[in-house]
T-cell receptor, first 113, second 115 residues
Framework: DGGITQSPKYLFRKEGQNVTLSCEQN?????MYWYRQDPGQGLRLIYY???????QKGDIAEGYSVSREKKESFPLTVTSAQKNPTAFYLC????????????FGPGTRLTVL | ELKVEQNPLFLSMQEGKNYTIYCNYS?????LYWYRQDPGKSLESLFV?????AVKQEGRLMASLDTKARLSTLHITAAVHDLSATYFC???????????????FGKGTKLSVKP
């Protein structure tokens, strides 16, 4: 079955630790995205990538880093520089042309202890 | 800076009633998306609206886009409990004439349909 997988589903982090969230897709999509969702809020774009080995900052990239070494994978690292990382993180992918729908993974809920 | 505003943010309605959710945005775009999110879950794509005057319908939901007014509506007809969810609109930034895939989301409308 084609789709987007994210792991882990729940993640707990101590202050000062870096953690990496996994996102994999087997839809053969060129573009991948990371969003953050806070309670009662819409989604905000962290990073996106149109092709392998290239990515762009979104609106709230500070404290986060990404890599895109393979078309199907777009991991997100939440660094200790991110001051308020507790949130629901959603990964999405799409075919790269105007108007294509972004399809979302099931999400990772990160809590800082 | 593109802003996307939805209203209402909370909507409690009775089964069988009709209602409309509004999505206003502040800059030029002709690509608008509607998503549904159930509590604790991911986003599910509902509609993609790609031109002025676009109208799409699926079951009890109908979405439309007026790019001149920078307004999209999501109309609910004869609501049922299963439609209870949070609905988001998202607008695609048109950067230098081409999509960057950078969606700006509204804050969402939390819909509760009661018997």
């Amino acid at each position: 079955d084609g789709g987007i997988t994210q792991s882990p589903k729940y993640l707990f982090r101590k202050e000062g630790q870096n953690v990496t969230l996994s996102c994999e897709q087997n839809l053969n999509h060129d573009a991948m995205y990371w969003y953050r969702q806070d309670p009662g809020q819409g989604l905000r774009l962290i990073y996106y990538s149109q092709i392998v080995n290239d990515f762009q900052k979104g609106d709230i990239a500070e404290g986060y880093s990404v890599s895109r070494e393979k078309k199907e994978s777009f991991p997100l690292t939440v660094t200790s520089a991110q001051k308020n990382p507790t949130a629901f993180y959603l990964c999405a992918s799409s075919i790269w042309h105007a108007g294509d729908t972004q399809y979302f993974g099931p999400g990772t809920r990160l809590t800082v202890l | 800076e593109l802003k996307v505003e939805q209203n209402p943010l909370f909507l409690s309605m009775q089964e069988g009633k009709n209602y409309t959710i509004y999505c206003n945005y502040s800059t030029t775009s002709d690509r608008l998306y509607w998503y549904r999110q159930d509590p604790g879950k991911s986003l599910e794509s509902l509609f993609v609206l790609l031109s002025n005057g676009a109208v799409k319908q699926e079951g009890r939901l109908m979405a439309s886009l007026d790019t001149k007014a920078r307004l999209s509506t999501l109309h609910i007809t004869a609501a049922v409990h299963d439609l209870s969810a949070t609905y988001f609109c998202a607008v695609d930034i048109d950067n230098y004439g081409g999509s960057q895939g950078n969606l700006i989301f509204g804050k969402g409308t939390k819909l509760s349909v009661k018997p």
